[in-house]
């Protein structure tokens, strides 16, 4: 094995454990690229939670901005990750506008407001989560050609692992839910932070699952290329997700709500057996 690959697949196998699992249905010398944009992802994600305040983490995401931008210059970069990036970019001739959108769609990690309604936190879920399955399956050879799914998968991927995160944003007093939806169930943000909310959050839950599941759903039934259909694995959890986060009497912050590894390597052969999500 590359040192590269030792380091991001170690760290995204630490950090990301469910697209670890989907790079594993890949040819070994793709896994460096996936794992390269996996980490890369991680990176930017956990900005919110390294900074203590909003500026901060502004200037950190402007940082990958500009390192985004010039390796599109051709630049060359003294960062591990980021020559790693770089050399995918340049192999796979990624769109930029992905990387920018992903990066812009951070920023609101930086806010304490929650989103106003869920199809603005369904917009953040796709320029996230979907633009990460959209830039995998180019990795793989997909070219656009899944981004249409991977705008629904990534979204219902997406909307479960807010709803299994709530106790680790209320922690922080962050709410990556929709204020349309909490407002409507009548649901206290304040007693959302201090995790004493109990079963007054289920209805909400069952909300986001539902409309998880519906975006699941518009995808059953398509064929998609086993050699490209790792791109979008992750998202053949939600049902086992969805599953545990509505089972009767379940309360997320006092349960525990992953699912086993080897239930979740079962999902994941499963689909690719299928040749779809």
């Not at 943000?189 to 959050?201: D, K, M, N, P, R």
């Not at 409309?211 to 490209?228: E, F, I, K, N, P």
């Not at 979740?264 to 499963?270: K, N, S, T, W, Y």
């Amino acid at each position: 094995m590359s040192e590269a690959h030792d380091t991001w697949d170690q760290l995204v196998r630490s950090v990301d454990f469910n697209r670890y699992l989907s790079t594993l249905f890949v040819p070994h010398a793709v896994r460096d690229e996936l794992n390269a944009l996996y980490a890369f992802n991680h990176e930017v994600a956990r900005t919110a939670e390294t900074v203590s305040q909003p500026i901060a983490g502004q200037i950190r995401l402007q940082w990958w901005r500009d390192r985004i931008a010039e390796l599109y210059r051709g630049s060359v970069i003294d960062h591990r990750l980021v020559e790693a990036l770089g050399r995918v970019i340049g192999a796979r001739a990624l769109p930029r506008e992905l990387f920018d959108d992903l990066i812009d769609a951070r920023e609101h990690d930086l806010e304490e407001a929650p989103f106003p309604t869920l199809e603005s936190l369904e917009d953040y879920a796709d320029a996230t989560s979907g633009h990460v399955m959209r830039l995998a399956g180019r990795i793989l050879g997909a070219g656009d050609t899944l981004d249409a799914d991977a705008r629904s998968l990534g979204i219902a991927y997406a909307l479960t692992g807010l709803c299994r995160a709530l106790p680790h944003h209320a922690a922080r007093r962050r709410l990556m839910l929709p204020a349309d939806r909490i407002v409507a169930y009548g649901v206290s943000i304040e007693a959302i932070f201090s995790g004493t909310v109990g079963q007054g959050l289920r209805p909400l839950i069952e909300d986001m699952t539902r409309r998880a599941q519906v975006h699941l759903d518009a995808c059953r039934g398509h064929h998609t290329a086993r050699r490209v259909l790792p791109a979008l694995l992750p998202a053949s959890l939600v049902p086992l997700y969805v599953r545990k986060l509505t089972t009767p009497g379940f309360d997320v912050f006092r349960d525990p709500n992953e699912i086993s590894i080897p239930r979740r390597q079962l999902a994941m052969l499963g689909a690719m057996i299928r040749g779809g999500i």
